[in-house]
């Protein structure tokens, strides 16, 4: 059976909603959630930097539509430096097939899972639920995050998370378990489980969307820095060398 067209569509986008920057090949600091800023002369302005990508370049933006798919066009880089970037986006996007939100590893935060459990099960004598467990987070995205743990974490359980960004706000989201430890022990080194956020409403996706976005963007420049740092020492050995 063949495929049928590619379903398209017009969609206006506006300052402050959220696109994925994706390039054509390798580029450090991408896929890039990023807010347009400002939309003039048909031309949509965002802060930040796009490098490596520079003007004239084409890239693919990502555009999620809630309860419907991700929908993608092609853009071109019209203005480029190095506090803001603009880019010029074809007016036809193309439905794509759901795929997995930008993630990134989470450095020493940790996530409370709360398991449902039947009303005869009481609180212990801490008070605290026997479904409650904090575990370290592996990775983060909006659309779920991934933890580890050894528990007997089934398929299709429903848990529900709490944790907190650094400099964002509480979250407590219902979830459900897409990978138990027994799927994830042979690729990891360490067993973790994979969950996967249910309902979550636009206002919870686009905080934590942002919130990644700012995780990549400060990592990218700490990373940065450091190798500029590195290139000016090997630079300054190699002249006392001299």
């Known amino acids: 059976m063949e495929d049928g067209p590619p379903q398209t569509r017009r969609m206006i986008i506006e300052a402050g909603d959220l696109v994925i920057l994706h390039p054509d090949g390798p580029a450090g600091g991408f896929p890039m959630v990023v807010a347009v800023d400002q939309v003039a002369d048909g031309q949509h302005w965002f802060l ?7 003007r004239g ?3 693919t933006v990502e555009s999620p539509i809630p309860k419907d798919a ?20 074809e007016p036809l996007w193309e439905r794509v097939q759901q795929r997995a939100f930008v993630r990134i590893s989470a450095h020493n935060l940790q996530v409370r899972i709360v398991r449902s459990l039947p009303p005869s ?16 987070l592996v990775d983060i ?14 398929a299709g359980e429903d848990v529900v998370c709490h944790f ?22 042979a690729s990891a080194s360490k067993p973790s489980v994979a969950v996967e956020f249910v309902g979550l409403d ?5 905080q ?14 700490i990373r940065d820095r450091e190798q500029e740092k590195a290139q000016k020492l090997a630079e300054k050995r190699k002249a006392s060398r001299r």
């Open 48 to 54: 930040g930097c796009c490098d490596p990508i520079a």
């Open 57 to 59: 370049e084409t890239l």
């Open 70 to 89: 991700r929908y993608v066009t092609r853009a071109t880089v019209t203005a480029s430096s190095d506090s803001t970037f603009a880019l010029k986006l």
């Open 121 to 136: 099960c009481a609180d212990d004598e801490d008070g605290e639920a026997p479904g409650d467990a904090m575990h370290q």
């Open 141 to 154: 995205s909006a659309g779920g995050i991934r933890f580890e743990s050894n528990d007997d974490y089934e």
């Open 164 to 185: 907190e960004l650094p400099g964002s706000l509480c979250f407590v989201l219902p979830a459900r378990i897409v990978r138990s430890p027994e799927h994830l022990r």
């Open 202 to 206: 636009e206002t919870h996706r686009s």
């Open 208 to 221: 934590l969307l942002r919130w990644v976005y700012r995780e990549q963007v400060r990592r990218h420049r």
